[in-house]
C-alpha cells in the first residue's frame, strides 16, 4: 500500500525588494545638485547683468520666477495627488533654486551703488536672502533702493505663498513615507512572528 504524502504548503509568495536604497540614490542626487548649485552661484559671474543691461535682468528675473512657480505648483499638485517620481526630492531643490535665485538678484542689484547698505558679497545676499525668508530682521543689511524693495516685497510675497506651500507638501511627504516605512516593518514582524507560531503548531 502506498503512503500518501502530506500536502505541501503553497509557497510564500516573493517579498519585495524595498525602494529604500532608490530613495537614498534620489536624495544623493539632490545633495550633489544642490551642491553644484551653490557651486554655480558662487562662480558663475552675475554682474555681467545688472546696471549695465537693466532690461534685460529684470526680464531674465521675471521669466526665472515664473518658471520656478509653474514647478513648484506641478510638484505640489504631485504631492497631494500621490503621483510622480520623488515630489518631496523635486521640491526640496526647487525651494533652494529659489532662495538662490533670490540671492543672486540682491547681489546683482547691489553693484549700483547705495542700492543696499551692508550687502557686499555673495554670501552676503544669500544670508540676506535667509534672513528675509525667516522673516527675522537682524537689521544688518537693509535695502535702500527703490529695485531691491521690490524685490524684498516679492520674495516676502513668493514666501507666504508658494515657498509654504512647497514647505507643507513637502512635510507631508517625509511625514507620509516615515509612516509607509513605520507600517511596513510593523507589517513584516507581524508576518514573521506568525510564520514562527505556524511552525511551533505544525
Known amino acids: 500500500m502506498s503512503t500518501q504524502q502530506p500536502p505541501s504548503a503553497p509557497p510564500t509568495p516573493p517579498t519585495p525588494a524595498p525602494r529604500d536604497n ?3 540614490r ?9 551642491t553644484l548649485l551653490l557651486l554655480g552661484y558662487f562662480t558663475v559671474p552675475l554682474r555681467v547683468l545688472g546696471e549695465d543691461r537693466p532690461v534685460l535682468s529684470w526680464l531674465l528675473f521675471g521669466v526665472v520666477l515664473t518658471g520656478l512657480t509653474g514647478l513648484l505648483l506641478a510638484r505640489i499638485v ?14 526640496a531643490f526647487l525651494i533652494c533654486l529659489s532662495l538662490t535665485v533670490f540671492a543672486g538678484t540682491y547681489y546683482v542689484l547691489a553693484d549700483r551703488p547705495g542700492e543696499f547698505v551692508g550687502l557686499e558679497t555673495r554670501l552676503d545676499s544669500l544670508y540676506f536672502t535667509v534672513v528675509t525668508m525667516a ?3 537682524y537689521g ?4 535702500a533702493g527703490q529695485g531691491p524693495r521690490l524685490v524684498v516685497l516679492l520674495q516676502i510675497a513668493y514666501n ?5 506651500a512647497a514647505a507643507g507638501a513637502l512635510s507631508r511627504t517625509v511625514r507620509s513615507g516615515m509612516e509607509t516605512r513605520a507600517h511596513r516593518d510593523g507589517h513584516g514582524h507581524e508576518h514573521h512572528h506568525g510564520r514562527r507560531r505556524r511552525r511551533r503548531k505544525g
Not at 504631485?78 to 521640491?91: I, K
Not at 544688518?140 to 535695502?143: E, K, M, N, P, V
Not at 507666504?160 to 509654504?164: I, P, T
Open 160 to 164: 507666504f505663498v508658494f515657498l509654504a
Open 22 to 24: 532608490f530613495d537614498l
Open 78 to 91: 504631485d504631492t497631494f495627488r500621490g503621483t510622480g517620481r520623488h515630489p518631496g526630492v523635486w521640491l
Open 135 to 137: 522673516t527675522i530682521g
Open 140 to 143: 544688518d543689511i537693509t535695502a
Open 26 to 34: 534620489a536624495w544623493g542626487l539632490l545633495l550633489g545638485s544642490f
